[in-house]
C-alpha cells in the first residue's frame, strides 16, 4: 500500500525562527516529490523534485530529496506570518502522470 | 495568477439532489484532469482521472455511477455528485498539467469547490 507520512503534522514558531519539515514515502512506481502550500484553498506549488542530493530554491524556501532514505525535507528561513499554512507533500506515482499521493501535511504557524 | 477554474466555490444542497462541479483550463489545454477530495483535518485523495474523450479511471473505492466525471473538451471537465448524501459532503478540487505534461511540469490546482449537503 503506497504511503506518504509527513511530520510533524503540527508546528508553532516565532517569526524568525528556522523550520524544517519532513516527508517520507514509499509508493510503486515513484516518479517526483512534490511540496505544496495550502492556505485557505487551493494548493500552490512549491517545489518538485526528482533528482537525489540537488537542492532547489526559492527565496527562503528550500527542498531536497533522498531517494536513498525514500525522504525530503522542506527548510524555510527566517519564517515570516504569511508563511502559516498547510504544507503537503505528494508523491508522483504510477503509469499516469499526475496521480499524485498526498501526506496529510503539516499545519505550519508562525507567531509574530 | 490562476491556471484552473473551478465552479462553483461552495454549493449547498439537499440530500439526494445532484450537484455539478466544473474545472476549467485557463489559456491551455488539457487532456488529463484530475479530480481530489479533502475532508477536514485530512490529506487530498485523488478520486479519478479524467480524460478527454474517454471514460474516467477511477481510484480504488470510488464509486463511479456516483461520482460522474464528464471531459467532453479539452478545457472542460465536469464532476457530477448524483443522489447527495450528507456523507458527500467535502472540498472538491480539481488539477491540470499547465504545459503537455511531463517530467518536470507540475500540476496546478483550482480553487475547489466545498459541498455541504443537507
Known amino acids: 500500500e503506497d504511503k506518504v507520512v509527513q511530520s510533524p503534522l503540527s508546528l508553532v514558531v516565532h517569526e524568525g525562527d528556522t523550520v524544517t519539515l519532513n516527508c517520507s514515502y514509499e509508493?510503486?512506481?515513484?516518479?517526483?516529490l512534490l511540496w505544496y502550500k495550502q492556505e485557505k484553498k487551493a494548493p500552490t506549488f512549491l517545489f518538485m523534485l526528482t533528482s537525489s542530493g540537488i537542492e532547489k530554491k526559492s527565496g527562503r524556501l528550500s527542498s531536497i530529496l533522498d531517494k536513498k532514505e525514500l525522504s525530503s525535507i522542506l527548510n524555510i528561513t527566517a519564517t515570516q506570518t504569511g508563511d502559516s499554512a498547510i504544507y503537503l507533500c505528494?508523491?508522483?506515482?504510477?503509469?499516469?502522470?499526475?496521480?499524485?499521493?498526498f501526506g496529510r501535511g503539516t499545519q505550519l504557524t508562525v507567531w509574530p | 495568477g490562476a491556471v484552473v477554474s473551478q465552479h462553483p466555490s461552495w454549493v449547498i444542497c439537499k440530500s439526494g439532489t445532484s450537484v455539478k462541479i466544473e474545472c476549467r483550463s485557463l489559456?491551455?489545454?488539457?487532456?488529463?484532469m484530475f479530480w481530489y477530495r479533502q475532508f477536514p483535518k485530512q490529506s487530498l485523495m485523488l478520486m479519478a482521472t479524467s480524460n478527454e474523450g474517454s471514460k474516467a479511471t477511477y481510484e480504488q473505492g470510488v464509486e463511479k455511477d456516483k461520482f460522474l466525471i464528464n471531459h467532453a473538451s479539452l478545457t472542460l471537465s465536469t464532476l457530477t455528485v448524483t443522489s447527495a448524501h450528507p456523507e458527500d459532503s467535502s472540498f472538491y478540487i480539481c488539477?491540470?498539467?499547465?504545459?503537455?505534461?511531463?517530467?518536470?511540469?507540475?500540476?496546478?490546482f483550482g480553487n475547489g469547490t466545498r459541498l455541504t449537503v443537507t
Open positions: 509508493v510503486t512506481n515513484f516518479r517526483s
Open positions: 505528494a508523491a508522483d506515482r504510477g503509469s499516469t502522470l499526475g496521480r499524485l499521493y
Open positions: 488539477s491540470a498539467f499547465r504545459d503537455r505534461g511531463g517530467y518536470n511540469s507540475p500540476l496546478h
Open positions: 489559456d491551455f489545454q488539457a487532456t488529463t
